[in-house]
């Protein structure tokens, strides 16, 4: 079944720390995204990646870091520089950064700072 | 900097009306519009996409239209059902932008049975 997984679904982290977001596509799509939503908001590019090892910022990048060692996995990491990372995290993929692709989401990673 | 505006912010409906969303972007130089579907809690799913030499996509009770001169574009979702009741979210992706797509805040739509 191919497809986007994020994990965890749900996600709680205290004043101070780092969190981990996980996104696993088995689709073979080349380029990967993250995007934070939230309440009654439209979707903001935090970091994209076309390629393995490189990947660029997006509109809201400061606080958040990444990584691409896989073509599979896109991890997104909130550090405590993040002053308000409470939101939905969106993971996307697509064929390619360039052309037409739609980009497919997974199912969000929902994040509380507690 | 584009900007993507969605109309209404919310809408409810009698089960079997005719409904239509509207989606308006302020540069006209795009690549592509998208119409997604998020449902509460959850991840999109693309419903169509235009390309911007296209006027129309339809797909099954859905069909979106485009009309770059001015900006627009629409969602009509024929004999709507309470399934249908979601988050549509419009996204344009400019030309000279390989990976950026900006989203409107959405239109809530309510179907009631």
């Known amino acids: 079944d191919g497809g986007i997984t994020q994990s965890p679904k749900y996600l709680f982290r205290k004043e101070g720390q780092n969190v981990t977001l996980s996104c696993e596509q088995n689709?073979?799509?080349?380029?990967m995204y993250w995007y934070r939503q939230d309440p009654g908001q439209g979707l903001r590019l935090i970091y994209y990646?076309?390629?393995?090892?490189?990947?660029q910022k997006g509109d809201i990048a400061e606080g958040y870091s990444v990584s691409r060692e896989k073509k599979e996995s896109f991890p997104l990491t909130v550090t405590s520089a993040q002053k308000n990372p409470t939101a939905f995290y969106l993971c996307?993929?697509?064929?390619?950064?360039?052309?037409?692709?739609?980009?497919?989401f997974g199912p969000g990673t929902r994040l509380t700072v507690l | 900097k584009q900007e993507v505006t969605q109309i209404p912010a919310a809408l409810s409906v009698p089960e079997g009306e005719n409904l239509v969303l509207n989606c308006s972007f302020t540069?006209?130089?795009?690549?592509?519009l998208q119409w997604f579907r998020q449902d509460p809690g959850k991840g999109l799913t693309s419903l169509l996409l235009?390309?911007?030499?296209?006027r129309e996509q339809t797909s099954g009770r859905l069909n979106a239209s485009l009309d770059k001169s001015s900006g627009r574009s629409t969602l009509y979702i024929a004999a709507s059902q309470p399934g249908d009741s979601a988050t549509y979210l419009c996204?344009?992706?400019?030309?000279?932008?390989?990976?950026?797509?900006?989203f409107g805040k959405g239109t809530l739509l309510t179907v009631n049975p």
């Open positions: 235009i390309q911007s030499s296209q």
């Open positions: 540069d006209s130089a795009i690549y592509n």
């Open positions: 996307a993929s697509s064929m390619e950064g360039l052309g037409p692709d739609t980009q497919y």
């Open positions: 990646s076309q390629i393995v090892n490189d990947f």
């Open positions: 996204a344009v992706k400019l030309i000279g932008s390989n990976y950026k797509l900006t």
């Open positions: 689709l073979n799509h080349d380029a």
